[in-house]
């Protein structure tokens, strides 16, 4: 799913810190020619006794080094205030003009105007996941969510990972995530989850204390490296703490112990497979699957079957039985042709959503 044109967005991949600071010295040398513009006119009124429009001609004449010459001559306190002029408002209208070649060289204006766009399109997501570090996990896990229709953020400090970036097409902060504002730049106040996925365990958990001091009620997931991490990342609010090399280890043992179940794992992850697909759905607060048992799923043309309920706070309900009734706000874990997984979430999402069609 692509949210944005990441090539727009991202014309030319450079630092925060560089582009901040361009835009700083071409901010200070016109607000010092301004202030030139302001003292010269007032000089060349009072010392000089020139009108204001010679004044400002005078002015503008000096600080653009033309050298038209005197508008009328000058006593011995307008010539001194007239070489102090010179000196500075030369050397500020140099600077101020080099800076403005530095941008227009360097591409520099094209990539305010894209970082710009890409601002806005940060400011116009909702409901989407922010992952910090696209190292192989992050890179993995942003494929397997975009590859699912669900909105990203991805948030790294090195430049090079912002042109791949680029070719997906997914919004990007080029940044660390631990820096004062970066979350805040992310949209953390309008995501469902953020993922600290950074090869350093300090940071996932700084991450993780960032993100519940800006939301609340977001999701966080972390990577972890070691068992004490994985604690202190959940103490620090994260609900899962991962390792991946410790998934990867126990996955290599069951398909060595269990293969069997290794494949129907690999068969059912959602979108993956051919023929089925183990998925969840959320039953809306006015879906019609509100109040409609199990054993009626498959007259609505949902032929799955129920493997979990998951209800507000209660313990989770495993293998339900038939005669049991869906309610509002269940989470529902089932398994079925991917046909009937698909007809069953867009009726659990039916009719608060305008945006989904109901299939036949």
């Known amino acids: 799913m692509r949210i944005a044109s990441g090539r727009t967005a991202i014309s030319s991949i450079a630092s925060d810190r560089e582009r901040r600071q361009a835009l700083r010295r071409l901010r200070a040398g016109l ?30 004449t000096t600080l653009a080094t033309v050298g038209y010459g005197e508008v009328q001559p000058l006593g011995p306190s307008a010539r001194v205030f007239a070489t102090i002029f010179i000196l500075a408002g030369v050397g500020a209208t140099l600077y101020t003009v080099g800076v403005m070649a530095e941008f227009v060289i360097a591409g520099r204006i094209g990539e305010l105007l894209g970082r710009r766009a ?20 992050g890179g993995a896990l942003a494929e397997e969510l975009a590859r699912s229709g669900v ?53 996932n958990v700084f991450i993780a204390l960032a993100a519940r001091e800006a939301n609340a009620g977001i999701a966080i997931h972390a ?28 996955r290599l043992a069951q398909a060595i112990l269990r293969p069997a179940v290794v494949d129907f794992m690999q068969l059912s ?48 309900m495993l293998d339900p039985a038939p005669a049991s009734s869906l309610e509002a706000e269940d989470r529902v874990v089932v398994i079925g042709d991917r046909e009937s997984v698909r007809r069953l979430a867009d009726l659990a999402a039916a009719p608060t959503d305008p945006t989904r069609e109901v299939r036949p």
């Open 31 to 60: 607000a010092v020619l301004a202030a030139l513009t302001g003292i010269g006119t007032l000089g060349f009124r009072h010392l000089a006794g020139m009108n204001w429009i010679d004044s400002v001609y005078m002015t503008v």
């Open 269 to 316: 992850t959602p979108g993956s497979g051919t023929e089925i697909d183990l998925e969840e759905v959320v039953v809306a607060a006015r879906s019609p699957l509100a109040g409609l048992r199990i054993e009626q799923l498959a007259e609505r043309g949902a032929r799955v079957s129920v493997v979990a309920i998951k209800r507000a706070a209660a313990p989770l």
């Open 151 to 203: 909105p990203i953020v991805v948030v790294d400090e090195d430049i090079a990972v912002g042109e791949r970036i680029a070719e997906r097409g997914w919004p990007f902060v080029c940044a660390s995530a631990v820096d004062e504002g970066v979350l805040e730049r992310a949209g953390i106040a309008r995501a469902r989850a953020i993922v600290a996925a950074t090869g350093s365990e300090a940071v």
């Open 223 to 250: 990577r972890a490296e070691t068992v004490s991490g994985a604690r202190r990342l959940r103490s620090a609010g994260a609900q899962s703490a991962v390792s991946p090399h410790a998934l990867g280890g126990e």
């Open 118 to 137: 890409m601002e806005r399109t940060l400011g116009s997501l909702r409901d989407h996941v922010i992952v910090c570090g696209y190292g192989r996990l």
